[in-house]
């Protein structure tokens, strides 16, 4: 008997009608205009709020996977907390996660890779009502064929927790990572865009130092920094704006950032 963590923000977030989500995704995805990439992303940061809000930004990462749908076949997915603290990073003990879009198998040998790290537990609770990793799922059922996951909610874990287990499931073209978190949170239009402009140059320049006001992930982006510096990634802005861009009114508004990490290309390396 399979345990299952049901979703649980379908119907709020998302569209819970399998087929008005599989269209609303198709739409974002067919409006996406990434800069044309020389590789696929090894890891991307998306953001986590209602589809209305940012999903067009989301797309915008998401569709520069089109071309790994076959090859990418397991995803190290990291959000924030935002109902149940925790205070490393924590799995959820199920064997797959069920969105309206099917399930997705938990990958129990990676699990199995970082068992036994004193920064990883098993955190059920953690996972029930958390929406950052659930909202990055229909996307990904979307733009690759089969994958397994590897859900990590974290919570009080420094960059260097983060950054070990990361090492540990690297991996090769086979492994995306997948950073989820939101910019900066109910300041007005204009502060909210200067706040996180900051920001994003924070992340383009490998400042693994983020705090909570800049982004609620930020200590999963703190990790991925770490490891995406030490690894040679090259960081690429693909969207900056905020709900008052998309759906929402001007007076408090929520940032949003894609931004994807690759491989550096030859050329890349003799430059640095």
């Not at 599989?22 to 709020?49: G, N, Q, T, Y």
């Not at 939101?182 to 705090?211: C, G, K, P």
Request: aromatic content about 6%; overall charge negative.
């Amino acid at each position: 008997m399979q345990s299952i963590r049901p979703a649980a923000v379908s119907g709020m977030f998302y569209p819970d009608d399998p087929g008005e989500l599989a269209a609303m995704l198709r739409d974002f995805l067919a409006e996406a205009r990434p800069a044309p990439m020389a590789r696929v992303p090894k890891a991307l940061i998306a953001p986590h709020a209602g589809y209305i809000y940012s999903g067009s930004v989301a797309a915008s990462a998401y569709a520069l996977l089109r071309p790994a749908r076959e090859s990418i076949t397991r995803v190290i997915l990291i959000g924030p907390v935002h109902r149940v603290w925790t205070p490393g990073l924590a799995l959820p003990g199920v064997d797959a996660f069920e969105t309206p879009l099917g399930r997705v198998a938990v990958d129990q040998d990676a699990i199995a890779a970082i068992d036994g790290m004193r920064q990883v537990q098993v955190h059920p609770a953690a996972h029930a009502r958390e929406h950052s990793l659930e909202v990055q799922l229909p996307f990904l059922q979307s733009v690759l064929d089969d994958f397994t996951l590897v859900p990590l909610a974290v919570g009080g874990a420094g960059p260097e927790a983060v950054a070990e287990v990361l090492e540990a499931l690297w991996g090769g073209a086979e492994t995306l990572i997948v950073a989820s978190s939101d910019l900066s949170h109910f300041l007005a239009y204009d502060q909210a865009q200067h706040v996180d402009r900051a920001t994003v140059h924070e992340i383009l320049v490998f400042n693994s130092h983020l705090v909570g006001e800049q982004a609620c992930g930020c200590h999963a982006i703190n990790g991925l920094l770490l490891a995406a510096h030490k690894r040679g990634l090259v960081p690429h802005l693909l969207d900056l704006r905020n709900s008052g861009d998309t759906a929402g009114d001007r007076e408090r508004v929520v940032g949003y950032a894609a931004i994807a990490f690759t491989e550096a290309l030859a050329e890349d390396r003799h430059v640095h």
